[in-house]
């Protein structure tokens, strides 16, 4: 092929390769789903761009859509997030084009997201909603032969749903993080144990014994907090919602606002999907050596520029942890730019919940074609049926036999006339 890439450096292909096929035995039902698409071929002719992390996970999706027949470019949905062995294994391996640099700057960033439209896509695929918005703002004439998109985070629903309520969103988007199968596994699970490893990784810091604040309870953040217990951190929360806040507390963490955690705290994680989660007021009364980071989409959750401009000196003792020292002496250590940790200094979520995901969103593909015209524009959740059916597949792949209702038992759910 042509240089119809741009990556970091092709000879990493091999252990690139090694990297996919070691995350492929961990996704039975992707597997399943990429033996039908080569029969079926049922993407033949469509042009697909990808906007995800670049991981082994997500090369095992690539490698599904392109079985099923679909012409696919990929780029990242993240400066830091990608695996550069893993695109150049696509590359050479696959002949998939990556427009995908780890440590990209930011023009580079959305250059790629633009090479990644100009192959004029009939289906977009995003992980934060960048190349729907970057068709609305800069690429509007690509609508007109646009099926649709499908959205991967809770962070790109929510810009999704902004741009349906403003009218500006007009092509059907599927909303693959809406999806039982998805949020409560990947979101949960996978940034859960991630997110732990990627502290893990940048620091080498032992959790037991320390406090450890989480920002939100939603269902990363959950995920974050029950995994930081399980090595021996005692959990703060904190929270703007009442009932999340209240399952915090009878899950047995401590709630407090974030000014008062922040006094305590050894480590603190946003996952909240907001923006200034920690500010300026908060490192004003964080103690010296107290550990941050981001596992939530954007960068935007831990207020960086406010730090900055209570530091007086920066070093960086290890890879992805740069310490700022404050005009007090007090040390403050951001981990990973604020940006999603678990992908940053760790390799993203493991496969066994990407499977899942996965398996969503190559369904979701098949489903815009085969309801090609039929779907309004705005924001929809894939039907419960592939959700039940990607949950009983992974099931019969982990061994697992549940029970099925008895006509008895399916008759007395759906009736009301039976009492005590
Ligand atoms: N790191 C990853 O790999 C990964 C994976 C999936 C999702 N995400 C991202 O993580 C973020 C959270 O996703 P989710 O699915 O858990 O969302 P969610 O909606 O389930 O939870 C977010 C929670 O944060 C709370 N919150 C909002 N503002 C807050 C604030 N200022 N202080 C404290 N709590 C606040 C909300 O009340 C909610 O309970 C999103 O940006 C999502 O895109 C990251």
Wanted: proline share 4%; net charge negative.
């Amino acid at each position: 092929m042509g240089k119809n890439y741009d990556i970091k450096d092709l000879s990493l292909a091999e252990q690139g390769r090694k990297r996919i096929d070691w995350a492929e035995n961990e996704m039975p039902v992707l597997r399943l789903i990429r033996e039908r698409f080569g029969k079926e071929r049922p993407l033949k002719g469509l042009r697909l761009s990808a906007c995800l992390h670049v991981t082994a996970e997500t090369a095992n999706l690539a490698r599904t859509l392109a079985a099923g027949g679909a012409d696919v470019v990929l780029c990242a949905s993240n400066p830091l997030s990608t695996q550069d062995d893993v695109a150049a294994a696509l590359v050479n391996y696959e002949e998939i084009p990556v427009y995908a640099i780890k440590g990209e700057d930011n023009e580079t960033y959305y250059g790629h997201l633009k090479a990644a439209l100009d192959h004029n896509p009939h289906i977009t695929m995003d992980d934060g909603a960048d190349l729907v918005s970057g068709v609305l703002k800069q690429r509007p004439d690509l609508i007109e032969n646009l099926l649709g998109s499908t959205e991967e985070t809770t962070t790109g629903v929510i810009r999704l749903k902004a741009m349906a309520a403003d009218g500006v969103l007009k092509f059907p988007v599927i909303a693959v993080n809406d999806s039982d199968t998805k949020h409560l596994f990947d979101n949960r699970y996978g940034t859960g144990q991630s997110t732990l490893d990627g502290i893990i990784r940048a620091t080498n810091v032992l959790l037991a014994g320390k406090t450890f604040v989480v920002g939100g309870y939603g269902w990363c953040s959950r995920g974050i907090a029950s995994r930081a217990h399980g090595l021996g951190s005692n959990v703060i929360v904190t929270e703007i919602d009442p009932i999340k806040a209240l399952e915090a507390a009878m899950d047995g963490f401590r709630v407090m606002p974030m000014v008062e955690a922040a006094k305590l705290a050894d480590f603190i994680v946003t996952a909240t999907g907001d923006v200034n989660v920690l500010d300026a007021a908060h490192f004003a009364v964080m103690k010296d050596g107290a550990i941050v980071a981001n596992s939530g989409h954007f960068n935007v959750e831990i207020n960086i520029p406010a730090l900055e401009a209570l530091t007086s000196e920066k070093r960086q003792p290890r890879p992805f942890v740069d310490q700022h020292i404050l005009k007090d002496g007090r040390r403050i250590n951001l981990l990973g730019e604020g940006r999603l940790i678990n992908l940053a200094s760790a390799e993203g979520h493991p496969a066994s919940v990407m499977d899942m995901s996965f398996a969503n969103q190559a369904l979701a593909s098949e489903f815009l074609l085969r309801n090609k015209g039929q779907l309004r524009a705005g924001v929809h959740a894939l039907p419960k049926e592939v959700d039940r059916e990607i949950a009983a597949l992974k099931l019969k792949a982990m061994g697992i036999a549940i029970d099925e209702l008895t006509p008895e038992q399916a008759k007395y759910l759906s009736s009301w006339e039976e009492g005590t």
